[in-house]
């Protein structure tokens, strides 16, 4: 069983990004969105004008924390081979009802991705707002890289999250 990272939130957090569970990269590195691929960083450097890929971990978490985003997984624990979350087996969720009491103004939750959002029903018991965004990993080629940022800076305009 493969166990995965604690939430990154902060209690002022007003949106809290829910990926399904790390890949084998982020698990080795024990940092969210660790590979190099994952457009996760890129697509936040955007919206907020400033280079977190060329930060180390700990400088991408302060500006998490800076502007108000907080991440984490819908599972805390699964089997699975490989990164992909087709892969996923036996998952056990973690206590997405934790949001709310991590950061008592949440005003929403963003699934990343179509293996995160099969939890929706359980973060719209939250009473937050609920949002599917487009997942930032390299495996969804479909969805090019301004697409992608389209829809996570709608997103994220609605929270005043977007410099």
């Given at each position: 069983m493969l166990e995965g990272l604690a939430p990154v939130i902060a209690p002022d957090a007003r949106l809290v990004v829910l990926g399904s569970f790390p890949g084998a990269a982020s698990l080795a590195a024990q940092q969210y969105y660790g590979h190099p691929r994952n457009n996760l960083w890129r697509l936040l450097s955007a919206?907020?004008?400033?280079?977190?890929?060329a930060l180390d971990y700990p400088g991408r978490l302060a500006a998490l924390r800076r502007h108000r985003l907080g991440l984490w997984d819908v599972y805390r624990g699964c089997e699975r081979e490989g990164s992909l979350d087709s892969a996923i087996r036996a998952p056990v969720p973690n206590d997405l009802a934790l949001l709310t009491r991590l950061a008592p103004g949440l005003r929403a939750v963003?699934?990343?991705?179509?293996?995160s959002a099969r939890s929706?029903?359980?973060?719209?018991?939250?009473?937050?707002?609920?949002?599917?965004?487009?997942?930032?990993?390299?495996?969804?080629?479909?969805?090019?890289?301004?697409r992608k940022l389209a829809a996570w800076r709608d997103v994220f305009s609605r929270y005043d999250l977007v410099s």
């Open positions: 919206l907020w004008g400033e280079d977190l890929v963003a699934h990343n991705g179509a293996e929706r029903r359980l973060t719209e018991a939250l009473g937050v707002d609920v949002h599917a965004l487009p997942s930032t990993s390299p495996a969804n080629a479909a969805w090019s890289f301004e």
